[in-house]
Every structure is written in C-alpha cells, then in structure tokens.
C-alpha cells in the first residue's frame, strides 16, 4: 500500500487482528456462520498484507496475481449465497474490492495505460469509496448502545420487571435475563455474571460476543476505505 508508513502499519495492526478474531469466531461456529466467519478471516489476512507500506517492505510481482485467484475464486464462491442474503452480498463486494485493488496494484502507473489512473479506474473506486463509507456508518450506528429494558415473559404483575432488575431476578426462566431494545424476537441477552454477553436464540445456537463480529466487520470496513483512498 502506498502512503505514510505509519498508517500503513496502523491498518496492518488493524486487520490482523480482526482475521484473527474471525478464526477464533470460526473454531466455535457451526455450518454457515463457519464459512462466514472464514471467508472474513481471509479478508483481515489479505487485507493486513496488503497494507504493508511498499517503501518498507516492496511486494513482489508474483503477489498480485496471486491475489487475484486467492479471492476471484473466494467471490465466486459467495456468488451464490450472495443472491439470497445481504451479508453474503457485503462479502461479496469485499472479495471483488480485493481483486480490483489487485489488479490496480498490479498495472504500471499511468503511461502505457491511458484508461487507468495511478492505480484503477477513477469510477470503480468512487463507487466502492461511497459504498465503503455507508457501509462504516450503518455498522458504527448498529454498535451505539441502546436502551435495554426487561420484559417479563412468565405473565406476571405489572411492575415484575423492574424488580426483577433491580435484584437480579429472573425473566423467561433465566437468571439476569433481559430483552434488548431493537433486537429480533426471540433472542434474549444475558447480563448476569459469566465470562461475557451471551446472546442465544430460540433454537439453542449462540455466538460469543457478537458485538465483537460486528466491530470486527466495522474494523474491515475502515481498512478499506483507507486503502481505497491510497489509489
């Protein structure tokens, strides 16, 4: 990546570090959410060497065709499930950015190819430099906390729920339990005392810290606007 040092190495730091929550996300994941959780831990990892500053460290050659194949074929991959969810559809359009930035980095700089700029079509970029940017403050404004209030779910006499918080009591059957403003029905999140928030669903499956994944993806998202604004 060109540009200062220092901020390449800041988004380096950055992107490494959420890979590597995404792999820990991915050992304790079933099915689905275990190739999502992969295909962003691929995105932090090829993200963070991708950011390394070239006047520090210059890539060779051979990296950007490499890349190309690593997340052509990881797009073609998510193709599919792209077509049926808007998350699939947000990895995606990280895994053909990937490409573009490949093959922007890859090309000789003005001259021989008069319909590039310094790196990549002025238009391609805008669109993903717009797309990046909203996509950053929908998920900073998904992370701002919200009011959480308890609803007691056993029928009880108005007023339960307020008690209950106040002493720790029980909502739904679970200790601590309470219903967080504006999530989906049917997931309840635990504040009691454990190794963290816990959100389960009806149906028994969980994911650790999902607030985590989601500062992990805003954490992504920034990255990239930053190499956008490097071409």
Partial sequence: MHGPAAAGWLVVALCAGAGAYCLLRRRGAEGAERGTAGGEALMGFGMAVMAVPAAVVPPPRWIWPVYVAVFGVAALRALGPALRTSHHLHHLVGMLAMVYMAVAMALPPDGAHGAHSAGGTPLATGVLLIYYAGYVLWTGARLLPLQTVTVAEGG????????DRAAGGVVGGAPGGVRTAGAPTGVVTDTGTGTG???????GRCEDRPELALACRLSMGIAMLAMLLTL
Avoid: E, I, S, W
Avoid at 156 to 161: T, W
């Fill in 156 to 163: 009880g006499p108005p007023g339960a729920g307020a008690a």
């Fill in 197 to 203: 928030a816990v959100t389960r669903a009806v149906t």
